[in-house]
């Protein structure tokens, strides 16, 4: 657990091509590879994401002993058959192909998977020679202008060694359309004393170790059975990297020289491991922000608030952690979360919006969080008020009228109105979601949830239970239920509903139910 969660401690692939080699539309499966491959290629699963109303990103890595070096594979090129069909027993395939897993991208591949008919559901796998992988499940988008319903989570921050998942192994039984994955996927730190779960890597600093760290992750059942059952859209926070880091600024001075190379290690080995619709990068730096569209109901902002940021402010007189008293830094007019040109690209993609609901896929906790009266988290939005304001004046600018800022990161849950001043009139509303298995110090769960619910803005608090929030998204309305783990001790533990809240469209502020 690191200081600041602790609150006071602290577009590219075109048609028929592939992003890491080339795909051949053509139906048949593949040849096999010229040499016999180890059995279990496909330990890792399979995952679909960044979905379209034509198209949808599926994904794989072979790695038949993943925390091996090369994840077990011979340096070598492997051609990889992917297939897409309406059935799952694939009696109506409608498009295939084949890929070139390639060893300079540790054997994983991205398929852009074209020619799909929009808000369909569809089913994909993989094959190498006469071993399949699972089948997994993924779906298109409504058309424009389309698209009545729409049920996605959100979840972030799934810290292997603090707990079991039992809540990916639930979430499948909610039948989302969509996942959202808002950071934290995997924890960079080396192995830990007195865990839960516990490994025995190094704290992850080269490729090969980052490699390894979403290797074991993506071990996991029921993380696979989660990326299995539908589309997911992926974003990072600090964890992907190193904790709390920002830009090129790591969080060990002493790291500066170093920091670009383990960054582009970082960014290389998470765009190896997701399904995303992204090029692949070619250095320390990824452009990942981006928009989703769910017909004319929704459009998800997806932001990367690590990369472009300024350096945390008031370093000099924080007490413990983030948290420190107020300093001319926070409120510097040039201070900047999201860069000069993501935040363009909001501006533009805010006004060019005609969905009934914008939400904002977003890592820290965005709305005004004065504690004890003078006090802030200097990591989260709070530390960047001029930014934050850039940004409300930017959906108003653009007559958004149903902004939902979405967020992780702080190993909590909450509901609260979307302001930069707990007295001011909300412009949205945020939703906070707790942690999939990374946890909040106990000792501090009281005075947090005091503090945090005694601010006015703020209609729910709970940083004790862990798990994700299923969003249920009509024309009128959109229910967030929190889905709760009673336990992450057990990866069997059940999951059920906490608490549940509603935000009618036209109106700032969700109401529990």
């Not at 592939?18 to 590879?33: Q, V």
């Not at 250095?283 to 004319?296: E, M, N, S, Y």
């Not at 960047?384 to 149903?402: C, I, K, P, V």
Request: hydrophobic letters at 40%; proline letters at 9%.
């Amino acid at each position: 657990m690191v200081a600041r969660r602790t609150f006071l401690a602290g577009a590219a692939g075109l048609a028929g091509l592939t992003l890491t080699g080339w795909s051949d539309p053509r139906p048949g499966w593949s040849h096999p590879p010229r040499r016999r491959l180890p059995d279990g290629l496909f330990a890792l699963g399979v995952a679909s994401g960044d979905p379209r109303p034509d198209s949808v990103i599926l994904w794989t890595r072979l790695a038949p002993d993943p925390l091996a070096p090369g994840g077990g594979m011979p340096p070598e090129r492997v051609p990889v058959h992917w297939e897409v069909a309406r059935d799952e027993r694939f009696r109506r395939v409608v498009r295939a192909g084949t890929v070139m897993a390639l060893p300079d991208w540790a054997h994983s591949v991205h398929v852009n998977a074209p020619g799909l008919r929009p808000d369909t559901w569809y089913h994909y796998r993989f094959r190498v020679g006469d071993e399949v992988s699972p089948v997994g499940r993924t779906r298109t988008t409504p058309a424009p202008g389309r698209g009545g319903h729409l049920r996605f989570l959100f979840a972030s921050c799934q810290d292997w060694q603090d707990g079991h998942w039992p809540a990916w192994a639930a979430a499948p039984g909610d039948d989302p359309d969509l996942v959202v994955h808002l950071g934290d996927y995997i924890y960079e730190g080396g192995a830990a004393a007195d865990v839960v779960r516990p490994h025995d890597g190094p704290e992850a600093r080269t490729l090969e170790q980052y490699r390894n760290r979403y290797a074991l992750y993506k071990g996991d059942p029921a993380l696979q059975a989660a990326h299995a059952a539908c589309p997911w859209v992926v974003t990072w926070d600090d964890h992907e990297v190193e904790n709390n880091y920002v830009g090129l600024v790591p969080q060990d001075p002493a790291e500066a020289n170093a920091f670009p190379d383990r960054r582009a290690a970082a960014y290389r080995a998470w765009w190896e491991h997701q399904p995303v619709r992204l090029p692949p990068p070619s250095g320390p730096d990824l452009r990942i922000h981006r928009t989703v569209d769910w017909g004319r109901l929704v459009r998800f902002h997806v932001l990367d608030t690590r990369q472009h940021r300024d350096d945390q402010p008031c370093a000099d007189v924080a007490l413990v952690g983030d948290i420190g008293p107020d300093c001319p830094d926070r409120t510097a007019p040039g201070a900047t979360v999201l860069g000069e040109r993501q935040e363009r690209w909001l501006g533009r993609a805010l006004r060019r919006s005609h969905a009934r609901w914008d939400v904002l896929a977003n890592q820290a906790v965005m709305t005004a969080m004065p504690l004890a009266g003078n006090l802030f988290n200097m990591d989260q939005w709070d530390g960047y008020a001029a930014a934050r304001s850039r940004l409300f004046d930017q959906l108003r600018a653009a007559g958004t009228e149903n902004p939902v800022v979405i967020t992780g990161d702080i190993h909590a849950a909450g509901v609260a109105d979307l302001v930069d001043d707990p007295e001011a009139e909300p412009v949205g509303t945020e939703l906070v979601g707790t942690s999939i298995s990374s946890s909040f110090d106990p000792g501090l769960a009281d005075v947090a949830e005091e503090l945090i619910r005694g601010l006015p803005h703020v209609r729910y608090a709970n940083v004790r239970q862990r798990g994700y929030v299923r969003c249920d998204v009509t024309g009128d309305e959109l229910v967030a239920r929190y889905r709760f783990a009673e336990s992450v001790t057990t990866p069997d533990a059940p999951v059920t509903t906490g608490t549940t809240w509603t935000i009618t469209a036209g109106r700032p502020g969700a109401e529990g139910t």
